[in-house]
């Protein structure tokens, strides 16, 4: 039992001794700045610039677009 206890406290102290948070934060990354990347061939596409996320165009010419509702209405009527 004295063991158990031991290698809890000294779980405990190691825990404390080294910060977990900033070990984590440094592993994933998690403080990095993202630069904006300006890709050359984006092009706006005209009635879909409130809430489009995706646009996916087929060999076909067929397009899948994944986009938000935007509720222009003042309310239920």
């Known amino acids: 039992m004295a063991k158990l ?3 809890t406290l000294l779980g405990m102290g190691l825990a404390l001794f080294r910060n977990h948070q900033s070990s984590y934060q440094t592993r994933l990354n998690a403080l990095r700045e993202v ?3 300006e890709l050359p061939n984006c092009n706006l596409v005209k009635g879909i ?3 489009s996320e995706d646009l996916e165009i087929l060999p076909n010419g067929l397009a899948f677009i994944s ?4 509720n222009t209405s003042d309310g239920p009527e």
């Open 5 to 7: 206890i031991a290698l």
């Open 35 to 37: 630069q904006p990347v």
């Open 49 to 51: 610039e409130t809430g």
């Open 67 to 70: 986009s938000s509702w935007k």
